[in-house]
């Protein structure tokens, strides 16, 4: 129950301060963006180091910039080129610079210097541009309302899932990556989760019932495979925490690891059942 009110208490923070900020605006939220991502970075690195893995840090922070800011309603607006995006343009234009460096000032293993690298700006900076994706999806007003549907379906299904496992757990779900998650804690957050939407999408008359099922099903897959990512990153590197920013709740990435995955995942859901209608 310590751990319950513990996770109750960081959520609920954590919540308060993400709604503030989305609220205000892409203003508030890029400098937000921002650090979680050098925080992100930062934390991804330390890991690394420990397992003397190298990347080109410079090159990782300016990238992470590039990508958050490409990923603003205004770029979004003028495209390169029609369906394309500013996002896809910054993430060539860095892969091919690492690439370059690699073979003008080669390290003692090139490849894996680029892979890491690669993967570090792909899985925070560019996951969280979907934030300010989402957050103007179809615009200003709307996107308030359906950046309210992960934060509020992923808290629930934390919740959902930790009385799941708590009290019925009994078939591991991922023993291998992460031994604590069960079967029934994911059933049980799935149901959590698929509450709060539907109750969401009845009183604000943007979904069906149907629709809110499908929705809940993606959101939670996609939040219980964002900490199951994470595990397994921290596994692969031999880590228990990403990091200690937050004493008793490890680092950033420790806390945003199931929103990585729901927002995007939720931006991607508007994309091909709302807004393609």
């Given at each position: 129950?310590?751990?319950?009110?513990?996770?109750?208490?960081?959520?609920?923070?954590?919540?308060?301060?993400?709604?503030?900020?989305?609220?205000?605006?892409?203003?508030?939220?890029?400098?937000?963006?921002?650090?979680?991502?050098?925080?992100?970075?930062?934390?991804?690195?330390?890991?690394?180091?420990?397992?003397?893995?190298?990347?080109?840090?410079?090159?990782?922070?300016?990238?992470?910039?590039?990508?958050?800011?490409?990923?603003?309603?205004?770029?979004?607006?003028?495209?390169?080129?029609?369906?394309?995006?500013?996002?896809?343009?910054?993430?060539?234009?860095?892969?091919?610079?690492?690439?370059?460096?690699?073979?003008?000032?080669?390290?003692?293993?090139?490849?894996?210097?680029?892979?890491?690298?690669?993967?570090?700006?792909?899985?925070?900076?560019?996951?969280?541009?979907?934030?300010?994706?989402?957050?103007?999806?179809?615009?200003?007003?709307?996107?308030?309302?359906?950046?309210?549907?992960?934060?509020?379906?992923?808290?629930?299904?934390?919740?959902?899932?930790?009385?799941?496992?708590?009290?019925?757990?009994?078939?591991?779900?991922?023993?291998?990556?992460?031994?604590?998650?069960t079967i029934e804690g994911a059933i049980g957050g799935l149901l959590a989760g698929f509450l709060i939407v539907l109750v969401i999408s009845s009183l604000s008359g943007i979904w069906s019932p149907l629709e809110s099922l499908l929705y809940s099903i993606l959101v939670a897959s996609a939040s219980q495979l964002g900490d199951l990512a994470e595990s397994l990153i921290k596994r692969a590197l031999r880590t228990k925490d990403s990091g200690t920013s937050l004493p008793g709740h490890g680092g950033f990435l420790d806390r945003i690891d199931s929103l990585l995955f729901?927002?995007?995942?939720?931006?991607?859901?508007?994309?091909?059942?709302?807004?393609?209608?």
């Amino acid at each position: 129950m310590e751990s319950l009110s513990s996770r109750v208490l960081t959520a609920v923070v954590g919540f308060a301060i993400i709604s503030v900020i989305v609220w205000i605006g892409w203003w508030a939220m890029l400098p937000a963006l921002m650090f979680l991502s050098v925080m992100g970075l930062y934390e991804y690195i330390r890991m690394l180091d420990r397992n003397d893995i190298d990347v080109r840090r410079a090159s990782l922070a300016v990238f992470a910039a590039a990508l958050i800011v490409a990923s603003l309603p205004v770029w979004a607006q003028t495209p390169p080129w029609p369906g394309g995006s500013w996002r896809e343009v910054v993430l060539t234009v860095a892969l091919g610079y690492l690439l370059v460096m690699e073979v003008v000032r080669p390290g003692e293993r090139p490849l894996e210097r680029v892979v890491y690298s690669m993967f570090g700006l792909l899985y925070i900076p560019w996951l969280l541009g979907y934030f300010l994706l989402l957050r103007y999806s179809p615009d200003a007003t709307a996107g308030l309302l359906y950046f309210a549907l992960p934060l509020l379906a992923t808290f629930a299904a934390d919740i959902g899932g930790f009385f799941g496992g708590y009290y019925f757990g009994r078939r591991k779900l991922a023993p291998e990556v992460s031994p604590g998650k069960t079967i029934e804690g994911a059933i049980g957050g799935l149901l959590a989760g698929f509450l709060i939407v539907l109750v969401i999408s009845s009183l604000s008359g943007i979904w069906s019932p149907l629709e809110s099922l499908l929705y809940s099903i993606l959101v939670a897959s996609a939040s219980q495979l964002g900490d199951l990512a994470e595990s397994l990153i921290k596994r692969a590197l031999r880590t228990k925490d990403s990091g200690t920013s937050l004493p008793g709740h490890g680092g950033f990435l420790d806390r945003i690891d199931s929103l990585l995955f729901a927002v995007p995942a939720t931006y991607l859901f508007l994309q091909i059942s709302v807004f393609s209608r």
